[in-house]
């Protein structure tokens, strides 16, 4: 349960009591609990082990662990803060004295600390009645507030299915020859179907027409119209509650088979199907198998703008029984579900989250299904616990004696290399659903292009010939380039001076939509520069591009196309997601440009044409991973097209068309891409065959950082010799004022773990007792990739 005590003569901190003994210390006074803060447990025994297992794989401490894993509102510290709920009125006379002087306070002042409280009342221990308070819903523990996010419907019409046939048709206009407005609605939306190949907004009818609303909602009472909205199609297909779920194609029936008989032997089976080959639909049948035993299921998804796709498609199966569960969550939502799962309620079987959910008290789990298992956004940079959700997910699964079923159509390599080796059990799904076909893939050399004067700003004559075609069909097209803002460099001709971040090693990047300069890494801003900093010449050029340069050369080679951007900066908002994608689905916008986001399973059914601006940067980047990342990312970007009846076409421009993993891409082959990864993995002594601790110093005093990176290593190197890289400084030395230092430790397969965690831990102690390095900050990051 929980207990608060006290710190020092004020503090109040809430922790968890994780062992009772009877030993007394002897180094100390032991100081009383000041109250125990549950009726029950709020955390479960295997929780306490996982957490235990985290604390020591990760190399952080259990109180870091705990942190991550509780929900806010359950750790309430003196220094939390607290606001009047603006949820409704509330009736006064139901507070207790105490109750209300907080309530009452809370007018005058728009928020209050909980040290700041118990001045009010004078008294030491106001955490019970902070909880009263919350539990009335008079007040509210500080943190953005997710809320649901509801679409706008937009309304479309169609002709009334009775009138298909010719005569059927005459019969109609000869009848409405009486009533010529409602005949030129008719006649309109012919012409309007007609041209734009493309669904028909009732505004869009009533705008080119002249006709009211009223007209047309004549037409439509009398049945020769009918409405309907594109957004609920993709997920209802009929009006009941729950619906069955979809019967499954040979293809997927088979893969479901031999996940089952590889459950048998391995409980973590990896499954590797092509883009769109239909993996959620084996989930679905895998979790209603779980669902019928009465156990729990964890859906883990990379992304949160992923969740918002998956609900509406499980809850359409599932009803009530599915959660959600991430960050963006307000406390009240979290603690709800945190609730739910731990009294195994019906409402929570199915749990649908971002990593932050493998920490939910799951009390009887069946199964842990990780989607799309190669994201590097399972893998948590800051703060510690550094913990890996995917290597967690499968930890918790054997603790709770679960299986786990991991999945993507680009595995990690460390998955497909545990699967090779028997560790884990592998299922193969090889081709996609209906039997579509795998998207033409096509290289486009844009260093010949350039010679021969073929491009127009940054697109190739190839790809606007493509996209001139497909928006001529009505269809849509996604354009990617991982890079956003409008380019990257801003560069004097005259002198060749570029604006660089005051607090990082890095030059600003130009930001048009704000006419600003802006650092990515630390948020420092300046107005765009009229003339040059060093030498006052006017003659600014831009070099490299982002994804708001392209939206701008679209819409100039584009006029009629309607054009979106999808990257940090349009989806800052609370729904920035969800409008974008719920835009998309409704075929309001024809040609959307973005960053990576766009790359993580989102299902479009529209779009025929993929373009990838230029694939050398991801390929060129300075990181052991960046051949297998970009071979991912351009799978997975050209698993967005054609994912219905006709064929997709995936466009990639880039300067050097033969290299290797541009080739395996075309063909999609990724045996071939695994095979030469692993070679140069062998040779070089990288993860997946050694595993990797990465050590970062960080201090603003540079020699500081210099001496301490110096010294650690050198204590390294006596115990693991050869096997210690660094220290080195990373691409971007300084970020936020802070200078950083990185130092490698490989560790072959068969050196003990705990063993080098043990002396890496030693040396970090007696780092630490060294006076000149007390300030310089050490994180250490196990499995850094």
Avoid at 83 to 106: G, M, P, Q, R
Avoid at 363 to 388: C, M, N, T, W
Avoid at 578 to 585: G, M, R
Wanted: charged share 25%; hydrophobic share 40%; glycine share 4%.
């Amino acid at each position: 349960m929980r207990v608060a005590v006290p710190f020092g003569k004020s503090k109040i901190y809430t922790g968890i009591v994780f062992n009772v003994h009877t030993e007394a210390p002897s180094a100390y006074e032991a100081k009383e609990i000041h109250q125990i803060l549950d009726e029950v447990p709020v955390v479960n025994q295997i929780q306490l082990e996982l957490w235990q297992w985290i604390a020591k794989y990760y190399m952080c401490t259990l109180g870091d662990v705990m942190r991550a894993a509780l929900p806010g509102a359950f750790v309430l510290e003196s220094e939390t803060v607290v606001t009047k709920s603006s949820v409704k009125k509330l009736d006064e006379s139901s507070l207790k004295d105490d109750e209300f002087l907080i309530y009452e306070a809370l007018h005058h002042q728009s928020s209050l600390k909980i040290h700041d409280i118990s001045g009010i009342l004078d008294k030491k221990n106001v955490l019970p009645v902070i909880k009263r308070l919350i539990e009335k819903e008079a007040i509210t523990v500080e943190e953005e507030v997710y809320e649901k996010y509801k679409p706008k419907l937009v309304r479309y019409v169609k002709l009334h299915a009775n009138f298909s046939s010719e005569d059927a048709l005459q019969d109609l206009l000869d009848k409405l020859s009486r009533a010529p407005k409602q005949r030129d609605v008719i006649m309109t939306l012919f012409s309007l179907s007609a041209t734009t190949k493309k669904p028909v907004k009732v505004s869009d009818l009533s705008g080119e027409s002249g006709a009211s609303s009223q007209i047309i909602k004549t037409l439509i009472d009398k049945d020769i119209l009918e409405d309907y909205f594109i957004q609920t199609d993709r997920v209802q297909y009929s009006g009941d509650e729950n619906e069955a779920s979809k019967t499954l194609n040979e293809h997927q029936e088979a893969a479901l088979k031999a996940i089952k008989t590889a459950f048998n032997n391995n409980h973590v089976t990896l499954l590797h199907g092509v883009t769109s080959s239909g993996k959620t639909e084996i989930y679905v049948k895998l979790i209603e198998d779980v669902i019928q035993k009465g156990q729990q299921v964890l859906y883990l998804l990379p992304e949160i703008a992923l969740t918002a796709q998956l609900v509406n498609r499980l809850q359409n199966y599932f009803g009530e029984k599915v959660a959600i569960f991430h960050s963006k969550y307000s406390a009240h939502e979290r603690v709800e579900v945190w609730n739910n799962v731990l009294n195994n309620a019906s409402k929570a079987q199915i749990v649908l989250g971002a990593r932050s959910s493998i920490f939910l008290p799951f009390s009887d789990l069946g199964l842990i299904i990780v989607d799309e298992e190669h994201e590097q956004s399972f893998k948590q940079f800051d703060p510690a616990p550094r913990y890996h959700a995917r290597d967690t997910a499968v930890v918790l699964a054997s603790m709770h004696k679960a299986n786990t079923l991991l999945g993507s159509a680009t595995p990690s390599l460390e998955s497909y290399f545990n699967a090779k080796q028997g560790k884990y059990g592998l299922v193969e799904l090889m081709y996609r659903y209906n039997n579509v076909l795998m998207p033409d893939i096509e290289l486009v050399d844009i260093k010949d292009k350039l010679k021969r004067k073929r491009m127009k700003g940054h697109f190739s004559d190839r790809l606007i010939e493509e996209m001139t075609e497909v928006l001529a069909e009505g269809q849509q097209i996604i354009l990617f380039q991982n890079r956003r803002g409008f380019s990257p460099i801003v560069e004097c001709n005259t002198c060749g001076h570029s604006p660089q971040c005051p607090n990082c090693d890095v030059s600003l990047t130009y930001h048009q939509y704000r006419n600003q300069l802006r650092c990515h890494y630390c948020g420092y801003n300046m107005a765009m520069l009229q003339d040059c900093m060093a030498c006052g010449s006017p003659d600014l050029d831009n070099k490299g591009f982002g994804t708001e340069q392209i939206e701008e050369e679209v819409k100039i080679l584009f006029p009629e196309a309607k054009v979106a951007r999808m990257d940090l900066d349009t989806t800052r908002g609370k729904y920035g997601y969800e409008k974008i994608i719920t835009a998309l689905e409704q075929q309001e916008i024809d040609i959307l440009v973005g960053t990576q986001m766009l790359t993580k399973g989102l299902d479009f059914r529209n779009v025929r044409l993929v373009g990838i601006m230029n694939a050398d940067n991801m390929l060129n980047f300075p990181d052991f991973r960046a051949h297998e990342r970009s071979f991912q990312l351009m799978v997975q970007v050209s698993g967005r097209a054609g994912r219905t009846e006709k064929r997709g076409k995936v466009l990639i421009q880039t300067y050097n068309p033969y290299h290797n993993i541009l080739q395996q891409v075309s063909t999609n082959n990724y045996m071939e891409m695994f095979k030469e990864q692993m070679n140069d993995r062998y040779n070089f002594k990288y993860p997946p065959v050694y595993k990797q601790i990465k050590i970062t110093l960080k201090h603003k005093d540079y020699n500081r950082v210099e001496a301490a990176s110096i010294w650690f290593a050198k204590s390294l190197r006596q115990f693991f010799g050869e096997a210690v890289l660094g220290p080195e400084s990373p691409p971007i030395a300084r970020i936020r004022n802070q200078f950083h230092k990185n130092i490698l430790v490989k560790i072959p397969k068969k050196q003990s773990l705990s063993k080098t965690k043990e002396a890496i831990i030693k040396i970090n102690n007696s780092f630490l007792s060294i006076k000149d390095f007390r300030s310089v900050k050490v994180i250490l990051n196990v499995d850094n990739f």
